[in-house]
């Protein structure tokens, strides 16, 4: 038995629904049985790190859809955490890079020579964690 306005299910026992007080039938009507197919319209979040992050959730698991030039939301909106990061490395990066010269024994022109390499490398990443460090820093709009 079944309900015809609340489409509760009953035993063959019951004549009546406990829900809404109506009279229950066999079968329910063909009218009745269709059902509605609703759409809902895709509501837009207020940011766009939380729409970039629903897109990063439904396509996270596909290679090929960051490889065509898109970036996931938390490289895109890095914010202070990553610039503090980048600082950090940068700073450390010079540190190490400028140790080299103090703990080398310059006699010979060759000597400086193997240190230069080290020197302009180690500095060349230090500056560019830095100032990609103090870009995310300025650009924090979540």
């Known amino acids: 038995m079944i309900c015809p306005k609340c489409k509760s299910k009953y035993e063959k ?3 009546v629904c406990s ?3 109506s009279q229950l039938v066999h079968k329910l009507p063909k009218q009745i049985i269709s059902k509605k197919k609703y759409r809902f319209k895709k509501r837009l979040h207020p940011s766009k790190y939380l729409n970039d992050l ?4 439904k396509h996270q698991y ?3 859809y960051w ?6 939301p938390d490289l895109k909106y890095g914010g ?3 610039g503090v990061i980048l600082l950090l490395l940068g700073v450390f990066s010079l540190i190490l890079s ?9 006699k010979h022109l060759t000597d400086i020579l193997e240190i230069i390499p080290n020197l302009t ?4 990443i230090g500056i560019i964690m830095i100032l990609a460090g103090i870009s995310k820093l300025k650009n924090t709009d979540r």
């Open 54 to 57: 629903d897109e990063w959730g």
């Open 98 to 106: 400028g140790s080299s010269l103090f703990e080398s024994d310059i």
């Open 67 to 72: 490889t065509g030039g898109n970036i996931p």
């Open 62 to 64: 596909n290679p090929g």
């Open 121 to 124: 490398l180690g500095g060349l």
């Open 80 to 82: 202070k955490p990553i």
């Open 19 to 21: 829900k809404c007080k």
């Open 13 to 15: 026992e019951f004549t």
